[in-house]
């Protein structure tokens, strides 16, 4: 029996990152797995980003270029253009992890609301730093973020049926908002077991650390109470503590 090959929509949004655009590219194309809408959303870029972009007109299902009002009314303009089964925000910079990524993750069709798997840090160098502090959970729900954001939202695919419009008031975290959003309404999330994004540190999340932690607290806040969330930064903070000691002492 033939099994069905879902329809993936990867969307990418890009300003000004002539450096880094190519790898995400390359990797999109390179994937054994053809059945790809591929959209990339550019903020009416100035500095040659457009015309790498241009390079990769076969690659690339629809190119919007054009002003917007920050990188989450980038991504819901890739989202009303999405008509896949799933979606899949890879942003400037970032890559699935190795040619074969989309073809793992779906060989079994497409039964579940979710699908999630791990991710390896790399620097400006593509040289690969290792795992996210956050440990990927075995079984992942709406709640596993209460101790931080520990699915990378490169290495989750949502159901397009599920996936909402990313709340603006957010600036540099809603991208955790609407992750738990689409996984309160799935009724299976299912861990693929293996490496399926490379994510290139730094960022405007990281650029803005102090605002970005702001906004995390506001929305942990709203899905998990006040003082469950008061408690659980608690265990954050001695988390982050101990990660840092032990570091430490590898270095020495």
């Known amino acids: 029996m033939t099994v069905s090959l879902p329809k993936i929509s990867i969307i990418t949004i890009v300003y000004n990152n002539v450096r880094d655009i190519r790898f995400t590219l390359d990797s999109v194309a390179g994937q054994t797995y053809k059945n790809i809408e591929y959209i990339v959303i550019d903020g009416a870029s100035t500095d040659g980003t457009?015309?790498?972009?241009?390079?990769?007109?076969?690659?690339?299902?629809?190119?919007?270029?054009?002003?917007?009002?920050?990188i989450y009314d980038?991504?819901?303009?890739?989202?009303?253009q999405a008509t896949g089964d799933y979606v899949l925000f890879l942003n400037s910079g970032d890559e699935l992890y190795d040619c074969t990524t989309l073809e793992q993750i779906f060989q079994y069709g497409a039964d579940a609301d979710i699908y999630y798997g791990e991710?390896?840090?790399?620097?400006?160098?593509?040289?690969i730093l290792g795992?996210?502090?956050h440990k990927t959970p075995e079984e992942f729900t709406w709640k596993s973020f209460?101790?931080?954001?520990?699915?990378?939202?490169?290495?989750?695919?949502?159901?397009?049926?599920i996936a909402e419009p990313y709340d603006l008031q957010?600036?540099?975290?809603?991208d955790i908002?609407?992750?738990?959003?689409?996984?309160?309404?799935?009724?299976?999330?299912?861990?693929v077991n293996c490496y399926v994004?490379?994510?290139l540190v730094g960022g405007m999340s990281q650029q803005r650390h102090k605002q970005s932690l702001k906004e995390r607290f506001e929305i942990f806040r709203k899905y998990y109470g006040h003082l469950p969330n008061l408690i659980n930064h608690g265990i954050i903070a001695l988390r982050l503590l101990k990660h840092r000691l032990l570091k430490g002492k590898t270095r020495d």
């Open 50 to 70: 457009l015309n790498v972009l241009q390079e990769y007109q076969s690659s690339i299902d629809k190119l919007v270029s054009e002003p917007d009002k920050g």
């Open 74 to 80: 980038a991504m819901n303009k890739g989202l009303k």
């Open 119 to 127: 991710t390896k840090l790399v620097n400006e160098e593509r040289e």
């Open 131 to 133: 795992d996210r502090r």
């Open 146 to 161: 209460k101790y931080g954001m520990n699915v990378c939202h490169q290495a989750i695919y949502v159901k397009r049926s």
């Open 170 to 174: 957010y600036k540099l975290s809603s």
């Open 177 to 191: 908002d609407w992750v738990i959003r689409a996984a309160k309404k799935a009724e299976k999330i299912v861990n």
């Open 197 to 199: 994004a490379k994510y």
